[in-house]
């Protein structure tokens, strides 16, 4: 059973930069593509973007200019930089398998955008 | 971007009773669409995947049909735990969108 855990700061200032790390257990992030999705408080999931096992990315348009991904392989880890964020940047972030679409999601972090 | 409309928004229902949730995509996506389950609090669960695919351990009882730009997911007979929010999925065009959610409340 693939497992996956967020982490990172719930609260981040306006402005300054969002971090996540994403850590999978059983198996290596090497075999597959992992995904960002987040889900702002009583909205819809809005896909962010993946990063693939060799490290090639693709990003949501709409967050493309303020995304980016990374991996990890000896921490078996990937994670997520969102800069220059505002208040609409709050969201539980969820990391989670897959390219097109996807099988195995972390819990989940809320994450807060607020001074 | 690919636009993606469920209906209803919100449905409420009986444990026994058979549900159907619509989705519509603004344009043509063969059958690439997933369903997703969440509960309050939780990670959105894959639930159908390929319009009509169920992983596996998902229960019989969920159905998904459709291809083009209309498609549906029935529960044939609801059970406690099916009470739920209920998201679609493209999975044809990047970037991926999700439909706006479908919440199944205990009527």
């Known amino acids: 059973q693939v497992q996956l855990q967020e982490s990172g700061p719930g609260l981040v200032k306006p402005s300054e930069t969002l971090s996540l790390t994403c850590t999978v257990s059983?198996?290596?992030?090497?075999?597959?593509?992992w995904g960002w999705i987040r889900q702002p408080p009583g909205q819809g999931l809005e896909w962010i973007g993946y990063?693939?096992?060799?490290?090639?990315?693709n990003y949501n348009p709409s967050l493309k200019s303020r995304v980016t991904m990374s991996l990890d392989t000896p921490k078996n880890q990937f994670s997520l930089r969102l800069k220059s964020v505002t208040a609409l940047d709050t969201a539980v972030y969820y990391c989670?398998?897959?390219?097109?679409?996807?099988?195995?999601w972390g819990q989940g972090v809320l994450v807060t955008v607020s001074s | 971007d690919i636009q993606v409309t469920q209906s209803p928004s919100s449905v409420s229902a009986s444990v026994g009773d058979r549900v159907t949730i619509t989705c519509r995509t603004s344009?043509?996506?063969?059958?690439?669409l997933a369903w997703y389950q969440q509960k309050p609090g939780k990670a959105p669960k894959l639930l159908i995947y390929?319009?009509?695919t169920l992983p596996s351990g998902v229960p019989s009882r969920f159905s998904g049909s459709g291809s083009g730009t209309d498609f549906t997911l029935t529960i044939s007979s609801l059970q406690p735990e099916d009470f739920a929010t209920y998201y679609c999925?493209?999975?044809?065009?990047?970037?991926?969108?999700f439909g706006q959610g479908t919440r199944l409340e205990i009527k």
């Open positions: 989670a398998r897959g390219e097109w679409l996807f099988d195995y």
């Open positions: 059983t198996g290596s992030i090497t075999r597959f593509f």
């Open positions: 990063i693939s096992y060799s490290g090639n990315t």
């Open positions: 344009q043509g996506i063969n059958s690439w």
């Open positions: 390929a319009a009509s």
């Open positions: 999925q493209q999975a044809n065009n990047f970037p991926l969108t």
